[in-house]
């Protein structure tokens, strides 16, 4: 069975500090994709970046940066120089692709809150 | 650019009455989703519709749910008799063959009293 730890319940920064958002999976597949979602304060879910399970070169995307590690089973989410727009709840997802029987359901971590003060 | 769309965005209704929540996903898109978040916690898998039929589902998903997409674009969640724990935010998202990222609707909110 999937799943999906996002350990950090809450995080409170100052605008322009870094931050990290853990995200640690389990999945019995070979083949799986990985999935942050934003969710702003008016609750839409806002897709961010995916990646599939052969594929563990980290990506950097203007302020957000993302570092993927089968290893550990982990795949983190780091915003640079945030800002105050950056306050959502972010979630990481995944979704099981092998054995010809899964669809693409996601499944999601609890989710981290993050605020950034001005 | 083209994006999932929900209706009604709130929609409060009494415990035990039937309530049909709308959703019109992205035109070329052809795998189709239904998620619901109680407030405050994570998102959760209900069903997904694939070649006009239920492909998976979860176990939420039990009998007073069903899924339909009546015509050529519209994507519907019954809910039968409502409960009170039915009383959560609904997402419909949607996504095109090969490509497993699922875009979201702006969700609908249900309220049941």
């Known amino acids: 069975a999937q799943k999906v730890t996002q350990a950090q319940t809450e995080i409170s920064v100052v605008e322009k500090e870094d931050v990290t958002l853990d995200c640690v999976y389990e999945?019995?597949?070979?083949?799986?994709?990985l999935f942050w979602y934003k969710q702003p304060p008016s609750g839409e879910l806002v897709f961010l970046i995916r990646r599939n399970s052969f594929d563990e070169q980290n990506e950097i995307s203007g302020r957000y940066s993302w570092n993927f590690q089968k290893s550990t089973s982990s795949f983190n989410f780091t915003i640079t120089a945030s800002q105050v727009v950056d306050s959502a709840v972010y979630f990481c997802a995944l979704s099981e692709m092998g054995g010809g029987t899964s669809y693409g359901k996601l499944t999601f971590g609890q989710g981290t809150i993050l605020t950034v003060h001005p | 650019e083209p994006e999932v769309t929900q209706t009604p965005s709130h929609q409060v209704t009494q415990m035990g009455q039937e309530v049909i929540l709308r959703c019109v996903p992205i035109?070329?898109?052809?795998?189709f989703y239904w998620y619901r978040q109680i407030l405050g916690q994570k998102v959760e898998f209900l069903v997904s519709f694939y070649n006009n039929e239920i492909s998976e589902k979860s176990e939420i998903f039990d009998d007073q749910f069903s899924v339909e997409r009546p015509d050529g674009s519209n994507f519907t969640l019954k809910i039968r008799s409502t409960k009170l724990e039915d009383s959560a935010m609904y997402f419909c998202?949607?996504?095109?063959?090969?490509?497993?990222?699922?875009?979201f609707g702006p969700g609908t909110r249900l309220t049941v009293t």
């Open positions: 998202a949607s996504r095109v063959l090969k490509r497993y990222e699922q875009y």
């Open positions: 999945t019995r597949d070979t083949t799986y994709y």
């Open positions: 035109s070329n898109h052809l795998y």
